[in-house]
């Protein structure tokens, strides 16, 4: 199953988006929220994002996947959506509030998740 592949990458990146602001924590001694520091939020919104967009994209590529749509389809979905998460997190950590890297991964994502929710929609009819 090919969304098998692009879960386990990303739930290798979630981790690592999850140390990341571990170890912010302990840079910046904040055991809660952000403390009112940038670096902290910005590194709890990185982690945050990425969670509350991957889960229901890995949903609709599974959903395009078990309705017989091209591996290829499936395979192209899978890593849209990885750069995408790569791209955008790199974009939020940086210094510029608003950044190309940020919107290239935000349009990524998007894509993935319009194409998979007409998919999805699709093969419901």
Known sequence: MVTSLYAGVLGLLFVGLSVFTILGRFKHRVSMGDGGNEDMLKRIRLHGNFAEYVPLALILILLTELGNTSSYVVHALGALLVSGRVFHALGLYNVA?????????????????IIGSIASIWTYF
Do not use: E, H
Not at 99 to 104: A, D, G, L
């Open 97 to 113: 509030p608003i950044n190309k890297s940020r919107q290239i991964g935000m349009a990524c994502t998007f894509f993935v998740l």
